[in-house]
């Protein structure tokens, strides 16, 4: 079965940060809803750092296939499966039966997925502020992407900072 759409999903701060140290910056719980939310039921693909990231009590992420790629043959990662190259996760979503796989993270593997023009659809949770950090989302040309939804939220009680959920789906150039 041929995927319907290969995704990924992040969270990017303005200044194009996506974490600090192996670590989330920002807490934005409805993110995280949304994360969980989009990804539920589907294969996620992460590189090994993200995994490392995920505290173990939350990982594997529960209902999802989770698939990890490193280029250490001895790696192990519990409740997950070990691969060792972006297009090896990908066959394992396929054989799975996902019509929809994504792409987690972090910095190394999103830029594999953009450069190897893997993606079709682009779920970017822009937080609206400067962070400093030392791992980043790459440019992506927006002439290559249509914005297809934009969702604003205000900061609130449980939210320092406003951001915008915004879906990005890769232009067909092919016709
Ligand atoms: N804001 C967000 O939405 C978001 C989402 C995800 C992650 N993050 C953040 O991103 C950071 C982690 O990202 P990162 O860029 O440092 O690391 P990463 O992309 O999560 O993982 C990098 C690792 O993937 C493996 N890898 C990379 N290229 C490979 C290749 N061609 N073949 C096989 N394996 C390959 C290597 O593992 P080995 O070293 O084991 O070989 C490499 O060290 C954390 O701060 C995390 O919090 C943020």
Redesign the pocket.
């Known amino acids: 079965m041929a995927f319907k759409r290969v995704s990924l999903i992040?969270?990017v701060a303005e200044n194009g940060v996506?974490?600090?140290d192996?670590?989330?910056i920002w807490y934005l719980p409805r993110d995280l809803k949304y994360f969980k939310d989009t990804t539920a039921g589907h294969t996620v693909i992460?590189?090994?750092?993200?995994w490392d990231?995920i505290p173990l009590k939350y990982r594997p992420l529960k209902g999802r296939d989770n698939v990890v790629?490193?280029?250490?043959q001895s790696?192990q990662a519990d409740g997950a499966i070990v691969v060792?190259?972006l297009n090896e996760a990908l066959e394992i979503a396929k054989k799975a039966g996902d019509e929809e796989p994504f792409i987690?993270?972090?910095?190394?593997?999103y830029k594999?997925a953009l450069e190897q023009n893997l993606i079709d659809r682009m779920h970017i949770t822009r937080v609206h502020e400067e962070f400093d950090g030392n791992?980043f989302f790459p440019q992506f040309d927006e002439n290559k992407w249509k914005l297809v939804s934009k969702e604003d939220h205000a900061p609130d009680h449980r939210h320092e900072y406003s951001f915008s959920f915004c879906i990005w789906d890769k232009i067909d150039d092919s016709q």
Request: proline share 0%; aromatic share 4%; charged share 20%.
């Open positions: 992040v969270a996506i974490g600090k192996n670590d989330l992460m590189g090994r750092k993200n990231s790629i490193t280029r250490d790696f060792h190259s987690i993270g972090g910095g190394q593997i594999i791992t």
